[in-house]
């Protein structure tokens, strides 16, 4: 595996699922139990999935099957959904629009998917978080925005994307992110 695939692993949504976690945690206090919820459902739970397919053969690590993605883009709406639920029975507003923003870019992008082309989810899942951390006056989300060109750079590199899929992973992690906010209406 060349440096750039490398890269591509390292700057992957789980990557940036991560900080969004570790910010959250640190900024709201959550407890050891909160942490380690939060981290089920947006780190690992989306992640699974892939890896399970990814040893079976099924597909490759980077998901590069169109196909196969929007079954493995809907298991990750499942987890994200289900972190929704439970952070809404903790009245934590800001962590359950954590989840809320991550369901609906999924969502969107599993729709891209299957009705037009294979979006970026990699650029999705780095301006997505990015922008989630911003909405909640966290500005650790300027530095994981920062790293959006870093990481379409690279995936252009590695011939996954087209410079218009790309495109399409920010635009739609820009648009749905926002509404999630405003859903919640968080002040």
């Known amino acids: 595996m060349g440096w750039d695939r490398t890269a591509s692993l390292a700057l992957s949504p789980t990557t940036f699922s991560a900080v969004v976690v570790a910010s959250l945690s640190l900024r709201l206090g959550l407890s050891p139990a909160e942490i380690a919820a939060a981290s089920a459902f947006l780190v690992l739970g989306p992640v699974i999935p892939v890896l399970a397919a990814a040893r079976s053969g099924a597909v490759d690590i980077f998901v590069s099957d169109r196909a196969m993605r929007t079954p493995l883009l809907l298991l990750a709406v499942v987890s994200y959904a289900a972190g929704f639920l439970y952070f809404r029975r903790l009245d934590l507003t800001e962590v359950e629009f954590a989840f809320l923003a991550y369901a609906l870019v999924t969502t969107g992008m599993a729709l891209v998917n299957e009705l037009h082309t294979k979006g970026s989810?990699?650029?999705a899942g780095v301006?997505?978080?990015g922008l989630t951390l911003l909405l909640l006056g966290d500005w650790a989300g300027a530095a994981v925005l920062a790293a959006a060109p870093a990481v379409a750079w690279i995936?252009?590199?590695?011939g996954a994307h087209s410079p218009s899929q790309v495109l399409i992973g920010a635009v739609v992690a820009l648009t749905l992110t926002p509404a999630a906010y405003a859903a919640l209406r968080i002040a």
């Open 121 to 123: 989810i990699h650029v």
């Open 127 to 129: 301006v997505g978080p």
């Open 155 to 158: 995936r252009l590199r590695v």
